[in-house]
């Protein structure tokens, strides 16, 4: 009698269909919300920060962080549960399965990237990887080499150690790049000196996705006998990576980009020939000395497991998030004009498409856009009035500049949530242009860039 | 009956009771803002070159705020009768513009002309960062009732 009522109860929970606005089981249920107007009655309605939506959002946030895949879980709950000795422990059954663990995941990261797993480091995510290197090498080497280049698209934590050193005396070249986001090989030749002592650039951008020539800048480098250092949170699990073929000497990578955990990631540190780097973290001289610290077993244990799914499903992947940004590009276009797609369309990792909608402004648009999880590269989105430092080094026009929006495809994501996707954006975008005086000046002939706007 | 509520419960099936989510300062939008965003009030266009239509235009792309906002006056009494407005900008610009077409109707242009942009502002509750979005309507409403003086004083000369 007991166990009918609660069989009952479980046969019934697993055929209905679960809503929720908060449980916590729906994580990775992306329901799409139905933009309906009116919530009033919707009991799973979600009021947060002023914003009521009826549902989840449909995640499309790839490039901010990746949702966790449950077989990561599922290695890193038996490994926090089990493997709770101390790594470095030398003395006792405990620290050695807990180094096992730690090992099998070095090699796990080691074989996505074709290094050594002598070669890598662990530490708190790309963030310090980046840090780490660049303020890691010229400290090293501060005698001899003053000069460091980078590109005026890599991400803020590099921009911003750089402009560290720069307050420490050391001297640093922005490249400019081209309109297709891509760096030209030969202003990077130009600004090579005697005194370089590194070379950093980013090989997937996160906000406009377009993978830069590495082996050619890796081949530069090597000529010139410059450490080559490169960003490549990104890009592991995502493009075929090689350390070998790109001649990198560092590498930054970070978990949480390849559906791993968040708070790990490792650095590539080439063996030979050896590059040297003074330590950020000092202490107890772990790994190898870059970087002491215990380290977090679960979180590195779901960092190797992440780098193994991703090496087995890349090819798999890409197929699968090609076809669907092709299905979120011609989708867009075929109903609306005025789209254009910032940076190379050819040299691109496809699970970054960042669009313009012309004549529309981009956080109208993120407003309107409540049941898509995307991000944009407008002003009004970050905390100054600037649009996206990015989008300006691409040459993009002021105001197309602030119109971007960032879609993110993934392992997880749906056909049906991309259709959905396309669906509320078309619809905002023309509800947006409806209201748009641009819009209505292009459509009455006038041309925008001639008239002289009153500036407050 | 005890064993299906313990069942449910064990399964996570009973109504969530709503916590408490602290809400971050920043990014927070007023409902006020929202509303006018959902449901923008008088979208639209007049004929520019209606004698009793003002226009005015101010902003400017590169700062990524245009307004343009439209009065249609009658010429007897002085009295705004209807306004439309278009708005290229954030969420605070079209909820201001908005506002601001709402404010101004059934009012004697000299009457709107003292509209404060901090009252927009206080109305939508915008963060300090999204003041010149009022300030823009405010120069918007100035720059329309500035048009339509001109107009007629031209009509008037002609």
Same mark, same amino acid.
Do not use: F, W
């Given at each position: 009698m007991t166990s009918k009522a609660v069989f009952s109860t479980i046969r019934r929970s697993l055929t209905k269909p679960r809503g929720g606005a908060?449980?916590?089981?729906?994580?990775?249920?992306?329901?799409?919300?139905?933009?309906?107007?009116?919530?009033?009655?919707?009991?799973h309605a979600i009021l947060m920060k002023g914003v009521r939506i009826s549902g989840r959002p449909l995640y499309l946030d790839m490039q901010s962080t990746t949702p966790l895949d449950p077989r990561v879980f599922d290695a890193m709950n038996a490994s926090s549960i089990y493997?709770?000795?101390?790594?470095?422990?030398?003395?006792h059954l405990y620290g050695w399965e807990a180094e096992n663990a730690v090992e099998v995941a070095r090699i796990q990261v080691a074989k996505l990237i074709g290094?050594?797993?002598?070669e890598i480091v662990f530490l708190s995510g790309a963030t310090e990887a980046n840090n780490t290197v660049v303020k890691g090498v010229m400290h090293f080497y501060k005698d001899k080499k003053r000069h460091v280049i980078t590109t005026q698209t890599e991400h803020k934590c590099v921009l911003d150690s750089c402009r560290h050193l720069q307050q420490e005396g050391f001297e640093v070249t922005y490249l400019p790049v081209k309109t297709d986001g891509l760096v030209d090989l030969e202003m990077l030749r130009e600004s090579i000196?005697?005194?370089?002592g590194l070379v950093s650039v980013m090989?997937?951008?996160?906000?406009?996705g377009v993978v830069q020539p590495m082996e050619e800048i890796g081949r530069i480098c090597k000529e010139h006998k410059i450490p080559f250092h490169t960003d490549a949170a990104q890009a592991i699990g995502k493009i075929p990576v090689d350390v070998e073929k790109w001649n990198v000497s560092f590498m930054s990578m970070s978990?949480?980009?390849?559906?791993g955990p968040k708070g790990v990631g490792a650095m590539y540190v080439r063996r030979r020939p050896r590059v040297r780097l003074e330590p950020l973290m000092n202490g107890g001289g772990q790994e190898r000395g870059l970087r002491s610290g215990t380290l977090a077993t679960q979180q590195v244990v779901g960092f190797g497991v992440a780098c193994e799914l991703a090496m087995k499903e890349m090819e798999y992947d890409e197929k699968w998030i090609k076809r669907l940004q092709e299905r979120l590009l011609n989708g867009v276009r075929e109903k609306l004009d005025g789209v254009v797609v910032n940076g190379s369309l050819e040299s691109r990792y496809a699970g970054n498409l960042n669009l313009s909608f012309a004549y529309v402004e981009g956080e109208s648009l993120l407003m309107g856009l409540k049941e898509v999880a995307v991000s944009s590269g407008?002003?009004?989105?970050?905390?100054?009035?600037?649009?996206?430092y990015v989008l300006r080094a691409l040459g993009v026009d002021e105001d197309m500049a602030h119109t971007s929006i960032r879609f993110g495809i993934g392992r997880f994501t749906t056909e049906e949530e991309i259709d959905k996707a396309v669906e509320l954006t078309v619809k905002q975008v023309e509800k947006l242009r409806e209201m748009s005086p641009l819009y209505e000046m292009v459509k009455d002939?006038?041309?925008?860039?001639n008239i002289q706007w009153s500036q407050h | 009956m005890m064993i299906r509520q313990a069942a449910k419960k064990a399964l996570g099936l %009973?109504?969530?009771?709503?916590?408490p989510l602290s809400v971050g300062i920043f990014r927070s939008y007023h409902e006020n803002v929202i509303d006018h965003c959902d449901n923008?009030?008088?979208?639209g266009s007049f004929?520019?070159?209606?004698? %009793?239509v003002g226009t005015g235009l101010v902003g400017a792309p590169a700062c990524g705020d245009v307004m343009k906002l439209q009065i249609k006056v009658d010429e007897k009494t002085g009295q705004i009768v209807d306004a439309r407005f278009k708005t290229f900008g954030c969420g605070s610009a079209i909820a201001s513009s908005s506002v601001a077409t709402e404010w101004v109707k059934g009012k004697a242009m000299e009457e709107v002309l003292t509209i404060k942009n901090t009252e927009i502002a206080k109305h939508l509750s915008l963060p300090p960062v999204k003041l010149h979005c009022s300030m823009l309507a405010e120069d918007a409403i100035k720059a329309a009732v500035k048009d339509y003086k001109e107009k007629r004083v031209k009509t008037n000369s002609a």
């Open positions: 908060v449980s916590r089981g729906h994580h990775l249920s992306t329901s799409a919300a139905t933009a309906s107007e009116s919530y009033a009655s919707d009991e493997d709770y000795g101390n790594p470095h422990s030398r003395t290094a050594s797993s002598k000196r005697p005194d370089t090989a997937v951008n996160n906000e406009i978990g949480h980009k390849i559906y407008s002003a009004c989105t970050s905390a100054s009035l600037e649009p996206s002939g006038i041309d925008i860039k | %009973t109504p969530c009771q709503s916590t923008p009030r008088n979208v004929d520019k070159n209606d004698p %009793t």
